[in-house]
């Protein structure tokens, strides 16, 4: 196992659409482990293949309080959601931002778990949000891109100040 390198905005690997994955081999199944890994050592809820620098469509996400579930989620499709709320959304990959986002607050997703088998999740709260938001990474879309232009532009030129001192 290992802690993988979080890719951080302004990579261009965060901006390239995850590939369908069409077979669970030996690769995935070690990428997933250290995903988690890498999940719970950065203190994240979710991490999406190509925030480690992996195109491919499949995710990771925990939200419990004692970070011993992990779910895999492998080619997740949200079929269904309703109620939209506002919450309070970071990301791995933009540390340190934390900004209001109005997602759905329920949500109903398929996916392939790491045995192969189809699973569907019913989700509600921070869990639905979770998927909402790696899915969009699987699609090269960020949080961020959600904000009114003059918020995205305010964190953009912060990120910038942080590059350039070396904190990024
Ligand atoms: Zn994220």
């Not at 925030?51 to 579930?69: A, E, N, P, T």
């Not at 540390?95 to 699973?119: C, H, W």
């Not at 891109?145 to 001192?165: G, M, N, S, T």
Request: overall charge positive; proline content about 3%.
């Amino acid at each position: 196992m290992a802690i993988l390198n979080i890719e951080k905005y302004g990579s261009k690997i965060l901006r390239q659409k995850s590939k369908h994955v069409d077979k669970i081999t030996k690769d995935i199944k070690l990428l997933a482990k250290d995903m988690v890994e890498t999940m719970y050592f950065a203190k994240g809820v979710g991490l999406a293949a190509p925030q480690v620098g992996q195109l491919l469509r499949f995710c990771v996400i925990d939200v419990s309080q004692d970070q011993k579930s992990p779910i895999v989620m492998i080619n997740p499709e949200i079929v269904f959601g309703e109620d939209k709320k506002i919450l309070n959304e970071g990301c791995l990959s933009i540390p340190e931002f934390y900004e209001k986002v109005k997602r759905f607050d329920k949500v109903i997703a398929n996916y392939t778990d790491l045995d192969g088998s189809k699973k569907e999740v019913k989700a509600q709260g921070v869990l639905a949000v979770a998927i909402q938001h790696e899915v969009d990474h699987l699609d090269a879309k960020l949080f961020i891109d959600y904000l009114p232009d003059f918020k995205r532009k305010v964190i953009e030129k912060e990120i910038k100040r942080k590059k350039k001192a070396g904190n990024w």
